[in-house]
């Protein structure tokens, strides 16, 4: 990249803020990004000389101001190269008066207490040595910026000196928000779509702030003075151009896929062709379909997305990313396994199949918010995103998927983050599982899915199980952690019938190799007479119960209760449900799988002897009470004990082995939520984007 080496280029970034009602709310933020991205070595590629390439604050004063430029002006002198100076701040300016930088913090001083801008530009631009100048000026009327022609053509270095100057207004125009300085680094961030190694001050940049920039009128006024100069002067290395060219083969092929349908004849491969074609041509050229037309329309916007996507992302997060993490981000996007499995993904890769291959619900991109959500999570971005990342989110509209992703990422109980395996037995209305669903979660993100039909013989529900846990072991692998907790939700006759951890895969008992929590599948499929929302609304009450401390242990049914369902009954009228956690010490002679329904109905969680009943119910009782807060892992730790024999110590664990469990907790309730408003599907599983 010959135009974008030696020698060095220097900068210096003004941001003067003004006091009381005349303060600019995000002047700090715009100056600190304008700055960062400049200095980047994979955009501005400047000098970065700490303080001295930096001035932000209020009151900065005339003096100081001119002394900094100064310095940054014998810096260029010294390395040879050219100097980036912007100015950001408050502009004043009378009817054919020059524009003043307000560096004395307050409105309205006198002209000697702030910066003339065209004077200072002019002097930079006649210091020896300084081979050239780009000029931002991010300020109400801006374009009074511009120095007296004879300053830059007939001063000491006798128009021997290259010039540019973008400004954020018209002489008579007010600026907004600091709109120039935001969308420059967006522009670098995202690149443009060509071969060109650097983003040019040209008509092109300029017609690409005029587009994004509202209300205000940037300008552009530039200068070159002799053809000894070497290369005209640059903003930012182009991030879009790549050795590889500008899309991968992915985005490859779907162009050659898409083009074909409009004209087998017809030689599109890059994002700007695509384009150009668009502008120029008839939707009914050559006999084109108008939908095949419009696929090319759609397709271009994914291609525009996944370049922006691409550069920013690599500007964020790229020096923190490996093959490992890649592969891991794959995953946790939800990318399909053999995608992510083997040989590890590129970047641009991944960012492709998101684009061309994600979700095309309601043109959401869900899958590239979730591939940018999971770098973020993996790079140590969980709690506050890069400005930049920020930026482009918005720009995309993809601020709350990407954000609702993170957070649920960023959910995870325990202190190794490591996935859960979801197993939900389906009897679909019948009294027999006719499949095991499986669902593989990260904190609360849900990465994929798979269905593993089975028979109606026990021994087919253990098999499906056990190809279910199979099949998530991949995927366990990548995250270099072991699976270790799995929910198994089973509707009721299920629940009494097969304890979950009871059942043998690959040669051992499921709740000796795993931590097993045993749910209610009520909230996913309710019993007759009620929906999804009411057993939801369930859940809800219960866990403002819990988290309320309202509810400090489970309440123990006695037997005069489960005599007769019409009994219990009785005596569940009396307590709100979802209020309470009912529990056993022994199970009713009859009518237990009735009397079992009706208690997790009123509450999703329930505690019931492993046999038909307690030896030593006190035992048991002080057992619960004290294990409370740590239920129901405790009843999987103590169940895991008591089959190896193991000492129970002194810590009153041993009597939780004697008792089951069905468990409700804001991981159970969250997940029945999503999979009752139907987005948790991931990715690959969703509708393809219809190809025409």
Not at 547 to 562: I, S, Y
Request: aromatic share 4%.
């Amino acid at each position: 990249m010959s135009s974008a080496t030696n020698p060095p280029r220097n900068v210096l970034v003004v941001g003067a803020q003004c006091r009381d009602g005349s303060r600019l709310e995000g002047l700090e933020e715009a100056a600190q990004a304008l700055h960062a991205a400049l200095v980047n070595p994979r955009l501005g590629a400047c000098a970065d000389r700490g303080g001295d390439s930096l001035l932000v604050g209020t009151g900065l004063g005339r003096d100081r101001v001119v002394a900094a430029v100064e310095r940054a002006a014998q810096a260029a002198q010294r390395d040879g190269g050219p100097l980036v100076l912007a100015l950001l701040g408050h502009g004043e300016s009378g009817e054919g008066t020059p524009l003043h930088l307000v560096t004395s913090g307050r409105e309205n001083d006198p002209e000697l207490s702030n910066v003339a801008v065209p004077a200072l530009l002019g002097g930079v631009l006649n210091h020896p040595g300084v081979s050239g100048l780009i000029a931002i000026v991010d300020t109400c009327f801006a374009g009074g910026a511009v120095p007296d022609s004879s300053r830059i053509t007939a001063g000491r270095q006798d128009g021997s000196v290259q010039f540019a100057l973008l400004f954020a207004a018209t002489a008579k125009e007010q600026a907004f928000d600091m709109r120039l300085s935001t969308e420059l680094v967006r522009l670098m961030e995202e690149g443009r779509p060509g071969p060109e190694e650097v983003l040019k001050l040209d008509d092109n940049l300029l017609d690409r702030l005029s587009e994004r920039i509202q209300g205000q009128q940037p300008g552009l006024s530039s200068f070159r003075g002799t053809a000894s100069l070497g290369a005209p002067l640059w903003l930012a290395r182009n991030r879009a151009a790549g050795s590889g060219g500008p899309l991968g083969p992915i985005a490859g092929k779907a162009v050659r896929e898409t083009v074909q349908r409009i004209d087998p004849g017809l030689r599109l491969s890059t994002e700007e062709e695509i384009a150009a074609w668009l502008k120029v041509d008839s939707p009914s050229v050559n006999g084109a379909s108008w939908y095949a037309v419009q696929r090319l329309r759609e397709l271009l916007g994914e291609l525009t997305a996944g370049r922006k996507t691409l550069n920013v992302i690599s500007t964020a997060f790229g020096t923190a990313l490996t093959e490992d993490n890649l592969r891991l981000a794959g995953m946790l996007a939800g990318f399909p396994l053999d995608f992510v499995r083997h040989e590890a993904p590129r970047l641009r890769d991944l960012v492709e199949h998101a684009v061309h291959h994600g979700s095309a619900a309601e043109g959401s991109q869900r899958a590239l918010a979730h591939l940018v959500a999971a770098l973020a999570h993996i790079t140590g971005h969980s709690d506050r995103l890069p400005e930049e990342v920020i930026a482009w989110a918005e720009d995309l509209e993809l601020a709350p998927a990407v954000n609702s992703r993170l957070s649920d990422l960023n959910e995870q109980r325990d202190e190794v983050q490591a996935p859960r395996l979801v197993l939900v037995l389906a009897d679909e209305g019948t009294e027999d599982v006719v499949a095991v669903d499986a669902w593989l979660l990260f904190g609360r993100a849900v990465l994929t899915n798979q269905r593993f039909p089975c028979g109606r013989q026990r021994n087919s529900l253990t098999a499906a199980m056990t190809e279910a846990i199979s099949w998530a072991a991949p995927w366990a692998n990548i995250v270099g952690r072991p699976l270790q907790h799995i929910d198994v939700a089973a509707p009721t006759l299920v629940l009494l019938d097969c304890p979950p951890e009871e059942q043998l895969v690959h040669k051992a008992k499921l709740g000796v190799n795993y931590v097993v929590t045993t749910r209610w599948s009520g909230l996913l499929t309710p019993p007759a007479g009620m929906t999804v929302d009411d057993m939801l609304q369930v859940g809800e009450r219960l866990l403002a119960s819990l988290e309320g401390g309202a509810c400090l242990g489970p309440t123990w049914l006695h037997e005069e209760h489960l005599t007769a369902l019409e009994e219990l009954q009785d005596h569940l009228s009396n307590h709100g449900r979802g209020q309470k956690v009912w529990s056993l010490t022994s199970t009713p002679e009859t009518d237990w799988e009735f009397i079992a329904q009706e208690l997790l109905e009123h509450t999703p969680a329930l505690v019931w002897p492993r046999h038909k009943d307690i030896s030593d119910a006190r035992l048991l009782k002080d057992s619960v009470a004290r294990h409370w807060q740590a239920l129901p892992e405790q009843i999987a730790h103590a169940y895991r004990t008591q089959l190896s024999g193991t000492s129970p110590g002194e810590d009153g664990l041993e009597p939780l082995a004697t008792v089951r469990a069905a468990w409700h907790d804001t991981h159970w309730q969250v997940f029945c939520q999503r999979r009752a408003r139907a987005v948790v599907r991931a990715p690959h599983e969703t509708t393809p984007k219809e190809r025409l």
